[in-house]
């Protein structure tokens, strides 16, 4: 499986960005798609997942400004960040897992394929 996140750059706090996530490989499946993020001198955090079910999950930090979405017909996942604020500024990862349960979907352990990571920078 192969990830390739893009749609990251430089925004005012309030600003509005969207992360994409395009997926490829012969293993890959919508079992399981999320995003992750690590700003400088942190550990990486979950942020949001989707399930192939649809069903969806989130950072208390980022819902109601965060929304993921997929386009099974392009492999893609998307993260749509509205009200950014500067504490959103990290490296946002997709990742794949085809064994997680919802029990865990938040832990980055269970997740066995990343991306590059893309740059979220957000000014105040």
């Known amino acids: 499986v192969q990830l390739q996140a893009s749609g990251g750059g430089l925004v005012q706090a309030g600003g509005s960005l969207r992360l994409s996530c395009a997926a490829s490989g012969r293993a890959f499946s919508m079992y399981a798609l999320g995003w992750f993020r690590q700003a400088p001198e942190k550990e990486r955090e979950f942020v949001a997942a989707i399930r192939r079910s649809g069903s969806t999950f989130y950072a208390d930090s980022v819902k109601g400004r965060f929304t993921i979405s997929r386009d099974s017909a392009k492999n893609t996942v998307y993260l749509q960040m509205n009200s950014l604020k500067p504490e959103d500024t990290a490296v946002y990862y997709c990742?794949?897992?085809?064994?997680?349960?919802?029990?865990?979907?938040?832990?980055?352990?269970?997740?066995?394929?990343w991306g590059q990571g893309t740059l979220v920078t957000v000014s105040s």
């Open positions: 990742a794949h897992s085809q064994r997680v349960i919802n029990s865990a979907i938040r832990t980055s352990s269970m997740y066995d394929y």
